[in-house]
């Protein structure tokens, strides 16, 4: 179980400077999320060594999306899968705010990455798109390797509540979980896309990273 971090209980860090109060998004290093309330650059680069690693996937336009195409943007992470009943309908709704308030935004990224890549096409991830009016050319639904995607998902963005590194494709991914990261690919926010008030939160989340 993860700590008391979880937006519903909303932690952010208020600091003092010129005479504002300023709100400090923590860093997330490890699987157990535990936060890091951190400002000064040298202790950043010192403490919080972990980082989303680079990966390679097809989104649903067959456009190649790697780490460099997100390089130096704010981004948004989850996994999901387009026969996904239960979770994932209501997670890209409430995505569709993220979108609506980012549309084609040149320094934040969308992508939802999908866990069942041997049944989601490009071609069935591009009618899923359709489906929920994603218009947006930052939002990408990606399907790629099985093992890449496993692997990114427990090992960099940390994405489930099971947590540990030796999982592998063979057991199933399934999270509400959606993850921000910062323009050097650090984890700023774990959030609940299945609930409105985390989606709101998120938002303003991204609007106090571009501020930076």
């Known amino acids: 179980m993860y700590p008391m971090r979880l937006s519903s209980i909303l932690l952010l860090f208020i600091v003092f400077a010129c005479g504002k ?3 400090v998004l923590p860093y997330y290093n490890t699987p157990d999320f535990m936060p890091h309330f951190i400002t000064n650059e040298e202790e950043i680069l ?4 972990h980082t989303i690693l680079d990966f390679r996937a097809f989104d649903q336009n067959n456009l190649l999306i790697t780490q460099k195409q997100i390089e130096g943007k704010i981004h948004i992470a989850n996994f999901m899968f387009t026969k996904c009943t239960s979770i994932c309908p209501i997670m890209t ?3 569709k705010v993220i979108e609506e308030a980012f549309f084609n935004h040149k320094e934040v990224s ?3 990455f999908s866990v069942t890549p041997w049944a989601d096409s490009i071609p069935a991830l591009k009618s899923f798109a359709e489906s929920y009016d994603i218009k947006s050319k930052n939002w990408h639904l990606l399907t790629g390797k099985t093992e890449e995607i496993y692997e990114l998902a427990r090992k960099s963005y ?5 947590l540990g590194f030796t999982k592998d494709s063979t057991d199933f991914l399934h999270t509400e979980h959606v993850l921000l990261i910062d323009r050097t690919k650090r984890i700023r926010g774990i959030y609940n896309a299945t609930l409105k008030l985390d989606m709101k939160q998120l938002k303003e989340d991204v609007s106090s990273l571009l501020e930076k």
């Open 93 to 95: 709704n409430h995505l």
């Open 110 to 112: 969308l992508l939802s």
């Open 21 to 23: 109060e300023v709100e």
């Open 46 to 49: 010192e403490k919080i060594d």
């Open 158 to 162: 940390f994405a489930e509540k099971e």
